[in-house]
């Protein structure tokens, strides 16, 4: 199934929260780590827990690359038990010189068989296209980001007096010939989310930064309401997967991702 | 051995070649293709050959990811064959919010033990932080690169008249306290390098796009010279690896190597 009709489905059925399995093996509950493989244990439990409410996951590269071979491997394991119905993001921010890139996106792709990607665009059109390439996917390109650095570059003011990030957002609507792109914009940008919006075309519109970094699901979701669009991803990651921290954390995710859902709810009515 | 010394002793030896390990299993030897593992083999009679004569090797992590846990295997093989007086850099191109990045430098230098990383500056300094607390490590931040859609983003004019790459190398200036900051700078753009050179302050420089990218050794080398400066990198991949796609294909590395250190010290007298 294409990735777009993936996240479509979901759309319709009210998801659009994203879980983020940022799992770091310092911060999985006590009773796990004397299991043999703590990561894939609790990453089993979260998606076991979290997927009938999930509109997407997320997987952090960062945090199995941590773990070397071994950690590789826990991705792959935890990407076979992710639903087939349900989209899964390779949050791995690549983006290189175009064979290059096609190496990442054949990695990404066609040997792990994720249905989406991160990708930085920095280096232009020729380090993006290789991921383009593949029309049943998703490419999120990085806009603006959550973090509070994000001024450094992605607010610099061009020539003609918009962001930086204002004319990534211009580019990337050029690429989607194919309708496979999408946007990294940081939830905790709430300004900025409402003064770009209607820039973001057919876009799909990937928000991280809910929870611990700051971002209000609220404030987000009212504002793709009022303009009517409802083909976004929130994605929560700590807020979700650490929101216990002891034997009942799979539960503690699961109410955590119906009281979110509870939230987007009550907003779109 | 510091990052920093390695490459001084390499530089201060005539030596600033850096031999870049794509290694595509679509593009070595037939006659390699029928061992057990070719990549591996390949890299091997190209670290061998080259060893004596090279600045540095780097790693482009997206040849061996393509190929899955089996492809990092080979990676983390590779690695141990390069000799410990040698640099060796994670041409990786990471880059993500604060918590995130700290992964990755964990993965490239603690669990890979990499010598130097190549990083997206596009989230700014906080993405870059992690990696910059490594004082005995090189971290070479993304400022103009050497395809030809660097235009897109990175030529664009901000406010002030100046590029945006131009305002990356002022702020990876501004991030060197520990001196350990590179830039990448592609070896295609000649008269930009000229136009910028005096701007890269304390910083080391990796400049790729040797070869078959079309940059010109000689060039480069003269630009730096005529600022005396020693302190570059200058990669090729595709240029030294494939020079044979024969049974001689080590022999014919070493000779190109050789060759290019050659040039460059025809022009540094």
Request: net charge neutral.
């Amino acid at each position: 199934m294409k990735a777009t009709e993936k996240l479509k489905n979901k759309n319709n059925d009210g998801k659009l929260i994203c879980v983020g399995l940022d799992t770091d093996v310092n911060k999985i509950p006590e009773h796990l780590k004397k299991t043999a493989n703590p990561v894939l244990e609790f990453n089993k439990a979260i998606i076991e827990s979290t997927a009938s409410y999930t509109a997407a996951f997320k997987i952090n590269f960062a945090f199995y690359e941590c773990e070397g071979i071994d950690g590789m491997k826990n991705l792959e394991r935890t990407l076979s038990l992710i639903p087939e119905d349900t989209m899964v993001i390779a949050d791995a921010k690549r983006g290189d010189i175009g064979n290059t890139s096609l190496m990442y996106a054949k990695s990404v792709f066609d040997y792990f068989k994720f249905d989406a990607v991160t990708v930085h665009g920095y280096m232009g059109k020729d380090s993006v296209e290789p991921f383009l390439r593949y029309d049943d996917k998703l490419i999120f390109i990085l806009a603006l980001t959550s973090n509070p650095s994000a001024a450094d570059f992605e607010k610099l003011k061009t020539e003609d007096g918009s962001f930086l990030f204002q004319n990534v957002i211009r580019k990337v609507n050029e690429w989607n010939g194919k309708n496979n792109c999408g946007i990294v914009f940081g939830a905790t940008k709430t300004q900025e989310l409402k003064d770009n919006i209607d820039s973001f075309g057919n876009l799909a519109v990937l928000l991280p930064g809910v929870g611990a970094q700051g971002g209000s699901l609220e404030e987000v979701v009212k504002t793709f309401k009022e303009k009517k669009r409802t083909d976004l991803l929130v994605n929560v990651s700590r807020g979700i997967i650490y929101k216990s921290r002891d034997i009942d954390f799979a539960e503690a995710a699961k109410q955590e991702i119906i009281a979110l859902n509870g939230t987007v709810r009550n907003i779109y009515g």
